[in-house]
């Protein structure tokens, strides 16, 4: 459990900078390409839809998961604050009450990167739509 206690907080805030840097590095290759789309030209319609999609899978698994992961962490942040209350000979209220908002503090980081990218995954996926339409238009 002490081991659990000390390194938490650091595997669960690894992973969530983890999927943030996923999320930065992917957003930032789809404005580049969105950007430059609207001059290319694709093979077929098909060809558009993959090009046009591509990484925006990965920026929705990052934002369905990320308050999974901080949820993860908030709960065994509980159980270690009970673990530690069953422990101690005496204990206060407020230890109690400074162990349960430390565990909430991962739930808030997997929020605080989820709904961003929830943000991004969006106005991608409009982007997405309007070339697609662009491109129906130009090639009927």
Do not use: W
């Not at 995954?121 to 491109?135: M, P």
């Amino acid at each position: 459990m002490q081991f659990l206690k000390e390194y938490l907080d650091l595997a669960v805030f690894a992973v969530l900078f983890f999927m943030s840097f996923l999320v930065l590095m992917f957003s930032i290759e789809r404005f580049i390409f969105f950007a430059k789309a609207k001059n290319m030209e694709f093979k077929d319609e098909k060809h558009a839809q993959v090009m046009l999609s591509k990484n925006l899978t990965c920026l929705y698994i990052v934002y369905q998961n990320a308050p999974y992961v901080g949820l993860l962490g908030t709960v065994c942040g509980i159980m270690i604050t009970f673990y530690d209350i069953a422990n101690s000979v005496d204990f206060s209220v407020n230890e109690i009450i400074i162990g349960l908002s430390l565990a909430l503090k991962a739930t808030a980081l997997g929020l605080l990167v989820a709904i961003p990218t929830l943000i991004l995954y969006n106005i991608f996926l409009r982007k997405v739509e309007v070339l697609q339409s662009n491109l129906r238009l130009k090639n009927a």
